[in-house]
């Protein structure tokens, strides 16, 4: 189905793009495929194996076109192991997007803020993850034409990228923290008991999605760089109780800002 799928999206295109740059637009984040520039769309329920998101602020479509002059292919939500999907359908379309020729990609996520410095409405950039989904992408028989058996994971997010990341941050006087990104189950918000732990061992930020799509990406040889949208206080850090839409919202408020970093990250790769 792999063949299948990049087969199908190839004969879309129909040779008008060959982006090298891919995007994941995580809730509420989606509005940047709004922006991009003479664009082919095609719905995640036309591709061959490709799954459709059942989550409010998750489009759910391919959006291909040109952004800041650059040729991009942008996906307008993501779909979650949360959801029923099983890792290797979740990750699915980043193993199409090597078939495709993608080398670098920006997966974008709204998260729960762990380290109590941060603040609603900040970005972080991912410098490391912690895997707490109790399974990995990659079990199974492994594809040699996407990568090797035992992929090293000592450089998921990108150095020069990440580096290149601060620097267009501090260019448009953007506060970005930096921190490591913990993946859990979901669907439901952890306990504030869960929140002590994962600072404990070393979390700053945390959601449900990006590092199934960073493991996969790494392993098939492509540039990661991880941005997440800190969207709300983890529980027990304020009183507030926690809210899809309050996620949704947030993620609006900083769109502004969110999409003017992006930007300036694909001007120049």
């Given amino acids: 189905m792999l063949s299948h799928a990049a087969k199908y999206i190839e004969e879309t295109i129909g040779g008008k793009y060959s982006p090298k740059i891919a995007l994941i637009l995580g809730s509420g984040l989606g509005a940047l495929a709004g922006e991009v520039e003479n664009p082919i769309r095609i719905r995640y329920h036309e591709i061959p194996a490709f799954k459709q998101s059942s989550i409010d602020g998750h489009v759910g479509q391919l959006v291909i076109g040109k952004l800041e002059g650059k040729e991009v292919m942008i996906m307008q939500g993501r779909i979650h192991f949360y959801e029923g999907y099983s890792l290797k359908e979740v990750t699915f379309p980043i193993k199409v997007m ?82 490591v990104y913990a993946a859990n189950v979901g669907p439901s918000y952890e306990t504030p008991a869960e929140i002590r ?73």
């Fill in 98 to 179: 090597k078939k495709l020729g993608i080398e670098k990609l920006i997966i974008t996520n709204a998260a729960g803020a762990v380290n109590e410095a941060f603040e609603v409405g900040s970005l972080m950039l991912i410098k490391d993850h912690i895997n707490l989904l109790g399974t990995n992408p990659l079990v199974g028989k492994n594809d040699s034409s996407l990568g090797v058996r035992f992929p090293d994971m000592s450089e998921v997010y990108n150095k020069n990228l990440y580096d290149y990341a601060k620097n267009c941050a501090q260019k448009l006087n953007i506060h970005i923290n930096e921190g």
């Fill in 197 to 269: 732990m994962l600072r404990k061992i070393g979390a700053d930020a945390v959601g449900m999605s990006t590092v199934p799509e960073a493991i996969v990406a790494n392993y098939c040889g492509m540039k990661v760089l991880g941005i997440s949208c800190i969207t709300n206080y983890a529980a027990g850090i304020k009183e507030e109780k926690l809210s899809h839409q309050e996620v949704i919202e947030a993620g609006n408020s900083v769109k502004e800002k969110f999409s003017a970093l992006v930007k300036e990250i694909i001007k120049g790769l």
